[in-house]
């Protein structure tokens, strides 16, 4: 795949847009039932189903530089343990000693070996059990019983996928089905870690998630920020995948005018700068690519069907000195983040309120929001529900 190809198609049908003051669309308004953001029930369902039953991507390669380097996170109540071993290769463990279950490693960093803080047992990077403290007082046993619990893990494209179930099989490249050749594309595996942010929050993460797949709200919501230089209402939608659950937008912005007397021969790879793509990728991620950045947020279900966390992570693509725009990385990473914070998640969080009163039957996505309309039927088949419109009907009427 060329990138060169990919990108100037993308200009050629976001001109038509422009040109026709129009956007891609599905081909009807739909109503969405609001129970699915309130719903315990469902919640749980959500949890094992779509949570437990994917594959998640957890992060890039570059969280994991050299050997002996290590990352941990206990997300939807699994404590994982990813460590780089001496052959380069990426291992995934339950993060628990196979003495006792107590935690072997907090936060990130580098480590030779692995050893139990609890009662010292002492594991290589692949997971081995090498030493037992006092092994001649504690008795004897057979060492390789007590090797970590791996987990599936998969490292390509510059990309690391976890499966929380250890009798999971997955690949990457099934997982993303015909988008892995644009995964391929970003060379995702050249990037630098700028920071990170969470957000706990309470709202469904599926309310968060609605905040990243449409760009109507670009003009009302973001008008002093993102809105200031992206075409609001104006996007590209694909589909990708297996049974397209992965999607694409591709958020204009006002700067691809200039293009438009240009012949399209003429074009270099600089196009890029008119334009992000916002990916969501099955089952709860939003990465955005851009030239210079790319903004990886992550979303978990909380405790409760009305909390949610965020984890929000920006990387540099290629030298993490190369300045965008008079924006050094920090700076962009803080405007992202606050934009997030006192934007999207400000009147998400509002959302979330007067969903909570159980009153509304249903919010209704335009036929230009085709993105929301498709990942939500996604959502209910994959827990065996069956889409299906909330009735018409006025709400406190006589």
Not at 163 to 190: E, V
Not at 385 to 398: H, I, N, S, W
């Amino acid at each position: 795949m060329n990138e060169k190809d990919v990108l100037t198609d993308v200009v050629k049908r976001a001109l038509k847009h422009v040109d026709a003051g129009t956007t891609d669309s599905a081909d009807a308004p739909y109503r969405h039932p609001t129970w699915t953001y309130t719903d315990p029930d469902l919640f749980e369902e959500e949890k094992v189903k779509i949570f437990r039953a994917s594959p998640q991507m957890v992060g890039f390669s570059c969280d994991l530089p050299g050997p002996g380097t290590y990352a941990t996170f206990d997300d939807l109540g699994v404590p994982v343990l990813l460590v780089r071993d001496n052959d380069g290769k990426v291992n995934a463990y339950l993060n628990a000693c196979s003495h006792r279950g107590a935690r072997l490693k907090e936060g990130c960093g580098k480590a030779n070996s692995i050893s139990c803080p609890y009662h010292a047992w002492g594991f290589d990077l692949k997971g081995k059990l090498r030493t037992i403290f006092k092994e001649d007082s504690f008795g004897c046993v057979e060492k390789s019983y007590y090797d970590l619990v791996r987990l599936p893990v998969e490292e390509k494209y510059g990309v690391i996928y976890v499966g929380l179930d250890p009798d999971m099989k997955f690949s990457i490249d099934d997982h993303l089905g015909d988008l892995a050749p644009y995964f391929a594309m970003w060379n995702l595996g050249d990037m630098s870690f700028v920071n990170m942010h969470e957000f706990h929050m309470d709202t469904n993460w599926k309310l968060a998630l609605d905040t990243f797949c449409e760009g109507y709200h670009f003009g009302p919501l973001h008008k002093d920020s993102v809105g200031d230089y992206t075409m609001g209402n104006l996007s590209l939608y694909d589909r990708f995948g297996p049974e397209q659950r992965h999607h694409r937008m591709t958020f204009v912005h006002v700067s691809i005018a200039s293009l438009k007397e240009i012949p399209p021969e003429q074009w270099t790879t600089g196009i890029f700068d008119h334009f992000a793509f916002v990916h969501f990728i099955y089952p709860n991620i939003s990465l955005l690519v851009s030239p210079t950045a790319v903004e990886f947020f992550q979303l978990y279900p909380g405790a409760t069907v009305g909390e949610h966390l965020t984890r929000y992570r920006c990387y540099w693509r290629g030298d993490l000195n190369r300045p965008n725009e008079g924006l050094d990385p920090q700076s962009h990473f803080q405007f992202i983040r606050d934009v997030v914070a006192k934007e999207d998640y400000w009147v998400s969080a509002n959302v979330q309120k007067s969903l909570n009163a159980n009153i509304k039957p249903f919010n209704t996505f335009g036929k230009n929001e085709p993105s929301l309309i498709n990942m939500h039927k996604t959502f209910l088949r994959a827990v065996g529900r069956t889409p299906a419109e909330a009735p018409l009907e006025k709400v406190g009427a006589d």
